[in-house]
């Protein structure tokens, strides 16, 4: 069965650093581009970073640019979101998806893209 699971949520404060990290169950994630993506209580879902197979090439989200870091370590089938100088309006649940693809260039923060998502992981920032 494929399976994405996010882990390394938790509660910080303003300014703090967290990092998620990404791995799968049933497939092998280093074949495939992989989307981090977060849904705050009462909104849509947003793209925040996406990440090619080999790692070459990365998308982000404009609110989180210059924040966050997306990475892969394929030897580990594991992908990570590193981020930084966190603010309240990014908590939220934070998931990982793959749609199959190795990467999907310009529309790789689109998440009709994505069949594949893990169930999230919670991050919440406090004032």
């Known amino acids: 069965q494929l399976q994405l699971v996010e882990s390394g949520g938790g509660a910080v404060q303003t300014g703090g650093s967290l990092t998620l990290s990404c791995t799968a169950s049933g497939f092998i994630l280093d074949y495939y581009a992989i989307g981090w993506f977060r849904q705050a209580p009462g909104k849509d879902r947003e793209a925040v970073a996406s990440?090619?197979?080999?790692?070459?090439?990365?998308q982000y989200g404009h609110s989180v640019k210059g924040r966050f870091t997306i990475s892969r370590d394929n030897a580990k089938s594991t992908v990570y979101l590193q981020m930084t100088s966190l603010k309240p309006e990014d908590t939220g649940v934070y998931y990982c998806?793959?749609?199959?693809?190795?990467?999907?260039?310009?529309?790789?923060?689109?998440?009709?893209?994505?069949?594949?998502w893990g169930q999230g992981t919670q991050v919440t920032v406090s004032s």
């Open positions: 990440i090619s197979s080999s790692g070459g090439s990365t």
């Open positions: 998806a793959t749609g199959g693809t190795d990467w999907y260039g310009p529309s790789s923060l689109n998440p009709v893209l994505y069949d594949y």
